[in-house]
């Protein structure tokens, strides 16, 4: 913390979030949890204060970690949901009840615990490692923020990997992991079988297992950690699974195998297999929290549940003449996923593609996936970036665009985010057949910006 704080406080959320943004960025991931152990134990543990559903894997956390929580607020419980990263505002990442962290709350607990976060500060200096961590601090201020509420159930996504998150701090009763797939190989490591064995890390002594269907080699190094530490375990398409889907309007209709039961005529008002998978997941968690895996949800509570999921930024429509989509998607994993999901879901000739990435990324394999998977439609990219110091300049990422698969003809490079969409939209709105439509996607840093610029 800086000695100008004992001066002047933040007092808004803008000004935690720019001392937040003075200390070690979340993607810089120190391979450490006892400095977060201090910080919660002179804290008297607050991740301690309500039982956990901890969530891991590649892709699919959010919307996970949104599904767990609805189906747990239909169940009349309140939920605090600790998510990352945010689209628009530092808040979305801390939830209760459904709903970002009022920002008096989240002021006031931050300026509660920050004497405590100086302490480790200081402590880390005298042993000359570095400070808390932007990551680390938002996830000590999340754990403050739940017992002080205080909610009944938190539901935590990790940051990246696992073993060694923030976020592990805290003792799982039920651990997820959604598909896993290679993304920041630079510090998870560069094998299937490395990624796994540090997710595996979540799950917990006496714990429950709830598992996507997985590569084998990474299916094994779960069910190996789980039987290490006497965790229960269950694995998607062996003990549950989405049993049928069809498409609806504004989302499809499922039927899931559940642990305990099957359950029929669910509404989900989110498009793709990927996301029905990732419902089946949520249900999943649900039964082994509430029940041990042994008893029922309720089919109405069920059905009010996830018909009240939403997912900011995950193949949302944003506006519907011309349809402009927006999706996180962020490594090639994400991308074919949702570009499944786009041919099964709508119908359209002409896509134009608003695309920005980060520099950590896969970015030739991304962008050979957006032209292979899209292949089929009249196809425009405008390449273009978000604010982040990280994001590839728009030029670069036209000059990989060609070499991976677009036709140069049909590739821009703007500097301006809303530039690009505008342009996008207005090709789009100009045909005359009314079958164009826009994709934003690259990053969440975009998307988030887009949503902003779009008025959402």
Known sequence: MSDAWN?????TVEEVYAELLDRAPENQMAPRLDAVQRAVDILGNPEKSAPVIH???????????????SLLLAHDLRVGR????????????????????????????????????????????????????????LTILAF??????????????????????????????????????????????????????????IIKSGGFLISAAQDPAVAQILLERAQE?????????????VRGRTIAVGGQIM??????????????????????????LAIAAVEALLGGGDRPLNQELLVTGLGAVTSP????????????????????????????????????????LVVGILREKDVE????????????????????????????????????????????????AQDRLDDAIASAVQDAADRQEFDGAILITGSITVVGEARALLGL
Not at 7 to 11: A, C, E, L
Not at 384 to 404: G, N, Q, T, V
Request: charged content about 25%.
């Open 144 to 201: 403050a923020v739940f017992a002080d509420e205080p909610v009944d159930v938190m539901v935590l996504e990790v940051g990246i990997g696992g073993s060694w998150d923030a976020t592990n701090v805290a003792d799982a009763a039920v651990s997820i992991v959604t598909p896993v797939d290679l993304d920041h190989t630079e510090m998870l490591g560069d094998t299937l079988q490395d990624i796994a064995l540090e997710k595996a890390g």
């Open 313 to 352: 930024g995950r193949l949302e429509l944003a506006r519907k003449a011309p349809p402009v989509l927006l999706d996180a998607a962020h490594n090639p994993h994400g991308l074919k996923a949702s570009a499944q999901a786009v041919r099964e879901s709508f119908t359209f000739a002409k896509l134009n």
């Open 255 to 280: 039927a899931v195998q559940g642990l305990a039961a099957e359950y029929i005529d669910l509404m989900l008002p989110l498009f793709g297999e990927h996301q029905a998978e990732n419902a089946a």
């Open 365 to 412: 394999t991304m962008l050979r996936v957006l032209a292979e998977e899209y292949s089929e439609y009249e196809l425009e990219l405008w390449c273009s970036h978000s604010r982040s110091p990280r994001a590839i300049p728009p030029e670069e990422l036209a000059d990989i665009a060609a070499d991976m698969g677009f036709d140069e003809d049909m590739v821009h």
């Open 55 to 69: 969530i891991t894997g590649t892709n699919g956390k959010t919307s996970t970690a949104r599904m767990v929580e």
């Open 82 to 137: 600790y998510t990352s990263p945010h689209l628009e505002r530092v808040t979305e990442r801390i939830s209760l009840g459904g709903k970002p962290v009022a920002d008096e709350t989240f002021v006031r607990i931050y300026g509660e615990i920050a004497p405590y976060l100086q302490l480790v500060d200081t402590e880390l200096a005298e042993r000359e490692e570095s400070r808390l961590t932007f990551f680390e601090v």
């Open 7 to 11: 001066v002047s406080p933040p007092h």
């Open 229 to 241: 530490v006497g965790a229960q375990f269950r694995f998607e398409g062996v003990e549950f699974g």
